[in-house]
């Protein structure tokens, strides 16, 4: 079946620091990937996505994510982060033989330190 | 301006009563979704139409229902037989065409007192 891992469930970083989110995939093919970031008490926004080509993408915010095929890895990166990027940040895959629904990895919280 | 949503944002039921969740969005979206989202467990699907009068399980269906009369509106009814319904929901859509991306709205969060 497919799954999505997000190693880390909360990571802190100061604010200027760069950040870098990981992602892993399970799925035989390749999926369309994305990542999307969630304000507290809010729904989703979708940051960036995969779906073939150039395996770094950019997206919103000044976040890129870069698809690893040999490592089934789509980690998100941002090069200084700003106190509003404080959220939960999700990717998610979508599996052609998932009715081409989504699945959602955990999540990881990110908080900024001024 | 287009977009889904959520209605209300705050609910809270007594434990044994049915209650109704809105969902409703204004994008010619032809699918529609309702997930779940619990602390540290992401979303988890509970229902999908991908189409008005159809609609299938996901992965949580038990406990919830839901229907899809019109191609702008999936309601989500929690019913008694949910043993923990305390969650924050989230509904989305998207266009049929392949791999779209979601558009989610703003959430409704349940309380079961």
């Known amino acids: 079946a497919q799954s999505v891992t997000q190693p880390d469930i909360h990571i802190t970083v100061s604010e200027g620091a760069s950040l870098e989110l990981r992602c892993n995939y399970s799925y035989g093919a390749t999926p369309y990937l994305f990542w999307y970031v969630q304000s507290p008490g809010q729904g989703l926004q979708l940051l960036l996505k995969?779906?073939?080509?150039?395996?770094l993408v950019q997206g919103i915010k000044g976040f890129e994510a870069e698809f690893k095929r040999s490592q089934s890895s789509f980690n998100l990166r941002k090069p200084s982060v700003h106190w509003s990027d404080a959220a939960e940040y999700f990717c998610?895959?979508?599996?052609?033989?998932?009715?081409?629904?989504?699945?959602f990895g955990p999540g990881t919280r990110l908080s900024v330190l001024p | 301006d287009g977009g889904i949503t959520q209605s209300p944002k705050y609910l809270f039921r007594k434990e044994g009563q049915n209650v109704t969740l809105s969902c409703e969005q204004n994008?010619?979206?032809?699918?529609m979704y309702w997930y779940r989202q619990d602390p540290g467990q992401g979303l988890r699907l509970i229902y999908y139409s991908q189409i008005v009068n159809d609609f299938q399980k996901g992965d949580i269906a038990e406990g919830y229902s839901v229907s899809r009369e019109k191609k702008e509106s999936f309601p989500l009814t929690v019913t008694s037989a949910q043993k923990n319904p305390t969650a924050f929901y989230l509904c989305?859509?998207?266009?049929?065409?392949?791999?779209?991306?979601?558009?989610f709205g703003s959430g409704t969060r349940l309380t079961v007192v």
């Open positions: 994008l010619n979206h032809d699918a």
């Open positions: 995969y779906f073939s080509g150039d395996t």
């Open positions: 998610a895959v979508v599996a052609d033989n998932y009715g081409q629904n989504f699945v």
């Open positions: 989305a859509s998207s266009p049929r065409s392949w791999a779209s991306s979601y558009t």
